[in-house]
């Protein structure tokens, strides 16, 4: 038994905003973010939801795959930004769509988020328990970070990426899911941290103070991502029995243009296998890998038996890749 991506869909909010844009906000230059980063523009909300943004991208990978909203078994949002504290965004998605039949529940692993809870489907699916599902990467960080902090305001945008994902029976491996590797690193959890509401309550003295903004010690953050996701992708081939050089697509985590390199350097694999669209739409955190998933579907460039690496990591510190082969 293996899952397959049978549909993909994106959203993104109206509202541009370009590094010039920026520069009007804080001290900063197009140059000085191009350079650092590799981001040109982003997409900030005016007014669209992580559940707006879920369900428009939600209808777009079920048309894809020819499914009605009640055939969904199950709805994950991976969302570290949602609207709402109660209920989750994945219930808000399911009264959207309309998918009265699906369990629906969000997953927190930041920039790790879609391929975790495509880890966590499959695992459901394996167990025989639901036959498909609707994963969503979602995020409004535009709401979370600080703007008048220029080291992290300028990384960020808005968005969602949805993939609609089914049991298949395809037990001859040639397309599907064929190898996943997840991991946290916990203690070093607070070089990328969002605090939210203060801790406080009718029998605490004084309240423990919280920061609600994004906060990042970005050359840390470096150093974890380029030496963790080439590792990752590493074990990821090696369970799937492949090398580097069998793989068409490596679909990563938008976080920085100069990260993205990294890694390809040092796994001796060509740029050019690395796709990237964070100059366009910034790091959405969960929401970067479907929605540069759906580009390149919908653009045509994924073709039958094309071989994939998806490889998140993030906020946690969480990581993961999985290998999959395009049908
Ligand atoms: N414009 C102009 N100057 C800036 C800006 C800005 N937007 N932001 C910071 N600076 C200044 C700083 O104030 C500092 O000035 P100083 O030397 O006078 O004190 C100087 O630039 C250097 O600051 P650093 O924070 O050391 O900048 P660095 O070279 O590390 O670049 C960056 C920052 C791009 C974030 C880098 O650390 C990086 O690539 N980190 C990887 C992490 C990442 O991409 N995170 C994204 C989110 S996390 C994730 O998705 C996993």
């Known amino acids: 038994m293996t899952i397959k991506i049978t549909g993909t869909g994106s959203a993104l909010p109206e509202r541009k905003v370009t590094n010039f844009d920026m520069a009007k906000l804080v001290e900063t230059s197009d140059e000085w973010i191009r350079e650092r980063t590799g981001i040109v523009e982003r997409r900030i909300s005016t007014g669209e939801t992580v559940a707006s943004l879920s369900a428009k991208a939600c209808e777009l990978a ?21 609207e709402l504290l109660l209920p989750c965004a994945a219930c808000q998605v399911q009264g959207i769509i309309g998918a009265k039949n699906a369990v629906a529940f969000d997953l927190s ?17 394996q167990s025989g328990l639901y036959r498909n599902a609707l994963i969503v990467g979602a995020e409004v960080l535009s709401k979370l970070v600080d703007w008048d902090d220029r080291s992290t305001c300028v990384l960020f945008g808005d968005g969602a990426g949805a993939a609609f994902v089914e049991a298949s029976e395809d037990k001859a491996e040639k397309s599907g899911i064929i190898s996943m590797v997840q991991g946290s690193d916990g203690a070093k959890g607070m070089v990328l941290s969002c605090q939210g509401r203060k801790l406080t309550n009718a029998f605490m003295e004084e309240a423990v103070e919280a920061n609600e903004y994004i906060h990042m010690d970005g050359q840390e953050v470096y150093k974890f991502a380029v030496r963790q996701v080439p590792a990752c992708i590493n074990e990821a081939l090696e369970k799937a029995g492949l090398t580097v050089d069998d793989i068409d697509h490596f679909v990563l985590h938008q976080a920085n243009i100069r990260i993205i390199e990294a890694v390809a350097k040092r796994l001796k694999v ?19 890998i479907p929605v540069l998933l759906d580009e390149l579907n919908r653009e045509g460039k994924l073709h039958k038996g094309d071989k994939i690496v998806l490889s998140g990591f993030g906020a946690g510190l969480t990581y993961g890749a999985c290998v999959l082969i395009w049908d």
Do not use: H, W
Request: hydrophobic share 45%; proline share 5%; with cysteine.
């Open 62 to 82: 079920l048309e894809q795959a020819g499914k009605k909203p009640e055939d969904v078994d199950m709805i994950i949002v991976a969302t570290c930004s949602p």
């Open 109 to 125: 692993a930041a920039c790790s988020g879609f391929v975790f809870a495509l880890c966590t489907v499959y695992a459901y699916m």
């Open 270 to 288: 060509d740029i050019s296998k690395f796709p990237v669209n964070l100059d366009r739409v910034a790091n959405m955190s969960a929401a970067t």
